[in-house]
T-cell receptor, first 111, second 118 residues
Framework: QKEVEQDPGPLSVPEGAIVSLNCTYS??????FMWYRQYSRKGPELLMYTYSSGNKEDGRFTAQVDKSSKYISLFIRDSQPSDSATYLC???????????FGAGTRLFVKA | GAVVSQHPSRVICKSGTSVKIECRSLDFQATTMFWYRQFPKQSLMLMAT?????????EQGVEKDKFLINHASLTLSTLTVTSAHPEDSSFYIC??????????????FGPGTRLLVL
């Protein structure tokens, strides 16, 4: 079993839809949770960074962490074609220096 | 936000040559940097951890003599692909974690280097 599971998609939605991206994990020691966005042939760009459980909102993006279920989510409201990219979840333990990445979900937002 | 740069962004070389890729943290110091490899439509694969002032730590299955890493300063790490072959063609990405004291905040990625070996 992988430490972090993420559905690779692809996920295709119409413009304006609410997008829900998810990851599950097995290591209960993970405390730091990140979401990265990666456009084709570019390096990943940090979108959201949260510590422990709870929600964090930044513009159209909301990150949720449910540690009891070992489940994290990224919601994108009013999705735009420019949101079309691969979204990677990532997580790390407090004492760990390596970040564990999900496989990435490819998202297509159709105009 | 933090910025990490990579150079070159793209390189094409002949089989058997060596290629050097530079990774720089532009507005913070990084005692550690990470090198990843990514194949098309696949996720990041950690190759090695570059440590300033000491040897790099390689992941299982990654050849140390093939992928030479040098962390020359607190803002620069280099990856040299020695005697490159077509199977080494890939997208190489570095990242640098920004720390606050001894606490690692998060990683910032470079834009990546696309290597094509003919």
């Amino acid at each position: 079993q992988k430490e972090v599971e993420q559905d690779p998609g692809p996920l295709s939605v119409p413009e304006g839809a609410i997008v829900s991206l998810n990851c599950t994990y097995s290591n209960s020691a993970f405390q730091y949770f990140m979401w990265y966005r990666q456009y084709s042939r570019k390096g990943p760009e940090l979108l959201m960074y949260t510590y422990s459980s709870g929600n964090k909102e930044d513009g159209r993006f909301t990150a949720q962490v449910d540690k009891s279920s070992k489940y994290i989510s990224l919601f994108i409201r009013d999705s735009q074609p420019s949101d079309s990219a691969t979204y990677l979840c990532a997580m790390r333990t407090p004492g760990g220096f390596k970040t564990i990445f999900g496989a990435g979900t490819r998202l297509f937002v159709k105009a | 936000g933090a910025v990490v740069s990579q150079h070159p962004s793209r390189v094409i070389c002949k089989s058997g040559t060596s290629v050097k890729i530079e990774c720089r943290s532009l507005d913070f110091q990084a005692t550690t940097m990470f090198w990843y490899r990514q194949f098309p439509k696949q996720s990041l694969m950690l190759m090695a951890t570059s440590n300033e002032g000491s040897k790099a730590t390689y992941e299982q299955g990654v050849e140390k003599d093939k992928f030479l890493i040098n962390h020359a300063s607190l803002t620069l790490s280099t990856l040299t692909v020695t005697s490159a072959h077509p199977e080494d063609s890939s997208f190489y990405i570095c990242s640098a974690p920004r720390t606050s004291g001894k606490v690692q905040e998060t990683q910032y990625f470079g834009p990546g280097t696309r290597l094509l070996v003919l």
